[in-house]
């Protein structure tokens, strides 16, 4: 199995590379995102929950999101390998799915770091937010709040690959394309 983490702040485009990563490389595309604005969409009791952090800008609580990637797992097992876009966000998250693959016999092969700056990403957010119905999108006030998350709770995760020799930062701004390339060197290379 080959298993890759995209990793980046909100809006650093880790949904619009993830799409184009599954196409190339056959990869499950796991999106925590995704998956919990389906729960939402559906009116879950899971999705009720998840709207209430999500709306402030806060994440949803790890036991929710790791037992919802659980059941991911469990829909997916002839996998060739996952692509994880939008998770782990938390070091307990990072540890979470450390175990899950060591007991499917597999590991990371690589976290790649999408580098975006913080007035690109707002630039970013609030223009999808004209469009996407998305409601932390809307507001400036909890897309700043997105960010302060991401640095105390987020940062954790690239220290955590760091550690392993695993994490590998790649310039997020330019054209989707340029930037699709250079994400797919670097997959490349850790695949021969
Ligand atoms: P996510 O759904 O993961 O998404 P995101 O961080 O908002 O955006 P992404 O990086 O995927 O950006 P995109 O490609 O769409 O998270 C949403 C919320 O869900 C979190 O805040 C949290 O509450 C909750 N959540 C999710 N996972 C969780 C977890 N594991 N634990 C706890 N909570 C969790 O790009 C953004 C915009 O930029 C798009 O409009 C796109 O068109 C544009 N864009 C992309 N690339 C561009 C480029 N090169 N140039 C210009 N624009 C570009």
């Known amino acids: 199995m080959f298993n890759l983490i995209l990793f980046g702040p909100p809006g650093s485009g880790k949904g619009t590379q993830s799409d184009k990563l599954v196409a190339r490389y056959g990869l499950i595309h796991l999106s925590t ?63 979470a799915l450390d175990s899950l693959l060591a007991h499917k016999n597999t590991s990371i092969a690589a976290v790649l770091a999408l580098e975006v700056t913080e007035e690109e990403l707002v630039k970013r957010l609030l223009n999808r937010g004209k469009t996407s119905g998305r409601s932390d999108d809307t507001n400036e006030a909890v897309i700043r709040n997105r960010f302060a998350v991401y640095m105390q709770e987020t940062t954790a995760v690239a220290t955590h690959y760091k550690a392993a020799g695993k994490f590998e930062a790649i310039h997020g701004e330019g054209t989707v394309d340029d930037i699709f390339e250079a994400i797919c060197k670097a997959i490349d290379s850790k695949m021969s």
């Open 33 to 95: 995102g995704n998956l919990l604005r389906e729960e939402i969409a559906n009116q879950t009791p899971l999705g009720i929950e998840a709207k209430s952090f999500m709306d402030k800008g806060r994440l949803v609580p790890d036991a929710v999101v790791i037992g919802m990637v659980d059941a991911y797992f469990d829909k997916h097992k002839g996998a060739r390998g996952f692509l994880f876009d939008g998770f782990p966000r938390t070091a307990a998250q990072a540890e």
